[in-house]
């Protein structure tokens, strides 16, 4: 069970690559150190975006944001590349992040995440909210966590937009238990 003394300390680096200004990227960074308990960090990233561009498709390539991002994030710390553009792997139609398993680096897109992209008014709260569970689900993999079957659990697969509105931003008890103790494991391993 999940207590208030709990802490799991953690360094988190968000690289922006979006044009979100600075309330919203706040909300954000609240939102996932509230959640995961650790402290994150915000910086400019220095991805080069435009050459995973993928002219079939008309979209980027996940996995070749990933890449970057790992060559460029510390041991020591979870990076986040957190793009606005419309992202993909090559065996689905689109995603909403990647992450890099039980690694240091995950891709979050803003793209799919916004009210408008389905033609509905700006929610600038909603876009907020999905925008930190997916950075939060994301995170979660790079501790080790594999998508989870519980209904609200942040940890849930989501294929689409409303799956994210269903579930919370925070973790099941049975995933918070296993994230200590993978995150634990980690700290460990890097020191």
Known sequence: MRTEETVVTSTITILNATTLSASPLRDILHE???NLRCSVSLQKHSLDIEKTF???RGQYYSTAILTQVMKRAPVSTKCVALVDVDVFIPVLSFVFGEAQFGGNATVVSTH????QFYGMPADESLHVQRIAKEIIHELGHTYGLYHCRNFECVMRSSTYVEDIDLK???LCNECWQLFEILSLNNLKKNE
Do not use: Q
């Open 32 to 34: 996932v150190e509230k």
């Open 54 to 56: 993928d002219t079939s």
């Open 112 to 115: 799919r995440l916004c009210n």
């Open 168 to 170: 919370k931003s925070s």
